[in-house]
């Protein structure tokens, strides 16, 4: 694992980096294997990313777009991460339809939800069972309680390892989530983070040791790039 901190005196220039990076990995991916393959950041602090995103002349045909976790609402729920991502950038480029992968959340059952998202993507990535494919970028959040994803702190999902897709639980709110190993088989994941609030986990999650059920961000260490873009009120001083 490659690891990268950037801090940013704030979050507009720790936006434009992630542009600056993600722009890059989407052409180095689609020039070396004819496709780049990202999946998304729900929450607030990646709205402006997308936006930047939509303001973009990319080989659109070329990128495939997934989502990392998903709130079990229906798309066009104000908490939708698919919703966000769509106003924000997706409805914006000509991208083709088939090219964007939402979980589903039409499905009565979230744990079936979360099997028929893992059978979408061993479909699209041709996978084996028990095979996990490499994402080209993932994208994450992390919470004030140092949650990634829908890996909320002492949730089961935590311990999932056998599978691509499980349900998260937020305060007994269900979610769907990529697993731990999944996110970890990335090429690069890049954490953007910005806000005083961020500090208390980022300080655990960067600290030579720490509950990493407690800190569930500690438990993201992929194959390939590990980067964290943060804001000077999240990030000052934090030892990578
Ligand atoms: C979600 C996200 C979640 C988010 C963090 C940070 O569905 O909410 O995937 O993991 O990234 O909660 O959210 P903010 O960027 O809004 O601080």
């Known amino acids: 694992m490659d690891k990268f901190v950037e801090v940013f005196p704030d979050q507009?220039?720790?936006?434009?980096?992630?542009?600056e990076i993600v722009l890059e990995k989407v052409k180095a991916a689609i020039a070396e294997r004819g496709?780049?393959?990202?999946?998304?950041?729900?929450?607030?602090?990646p709205k402006p990313l997308y936006e930047q995103m939509a303001t973009q002349d990319l080989p659109w045909r070329g990128?495939?777009?997934?989502?990392?976790?998903?709130?079990?609402?229906?798309?066009?729920?104000?908490?939708?991460?698919?919703?966000?991502a769509r106003r924000a950038w997706l409805d914006r480029v000509p991208i083709p339809p088939i090219n964007i992968h939402p979980m589903p959340t039409d499905v009565a059952e979230p744990i079936e939800a979360a099997n028929k998202h893992e059978?979408?993507?061993?479909?699209?990535?041709?996978?084996?069972?028990?095979?996990?494919?490499?994402?080209?970028?993932?994208?994450?959040g992390m919470g004030d309680d140092g949650h990634t994803a829908s890996l909320f702190p002492h949730t089961e999902a935590l311990?999932?390892?056998?599978?691509?897709?499980?349900?998260g639980n937020k305060d007994g709110q269900p979610r769907l989530t990529?697993?731990?190993p999944l996110i970890n088989h990335a090429r690069a994941v890049i954490f953007i983070a910005a806000g005083a609030g961020k500090r208390h986990a980022l300080d655990h999650i960067f600290a030579p040791s720490a509950d990493a059920t407690t800190y569930p961000?500690?438990?993201?260490?992929?194959?390939?790039?590990?980067?964290?873009?943060?804001?000077q009120?999240?990030?000052?001083?934090?030892?990578?």
């Open 63 to 84: 990128i495939h777009v997934f989502w990392g976790d998903e709130r079990y609402v229906p798309p066009d729920h104000p908490d939708s991460n698919q919703g966000m």
């Open 178 to 180: 990529f697993t731990v």
């Open 217 to 231: 961000a500690r438990l993201i260490q992929p194959e390939g790039e590990l980067w964290w873009l943060l804001d």
């Open 159 to 167: 311990q999932v390892h056998d599978r691509l897709i499980t349900v």
């Open 119 to 140: 059978a979408e993507l061993q479909e699209f990535f041709q996978l084996q069972p028990g095979e996990f494919p490499a994402f080209d970028i993932i994208l994450l």
């Open 12 to 19: 507009a220039t720790l936006i434009q980096r992630a542009l």
């Open 233 to 240: 009120t999240a990030g000052q001083d934090l030892k990578s």
């Open 35 to 45: 496709q780049c393959t990202i999946a998304l950041a729900g929450g607030n602090t």
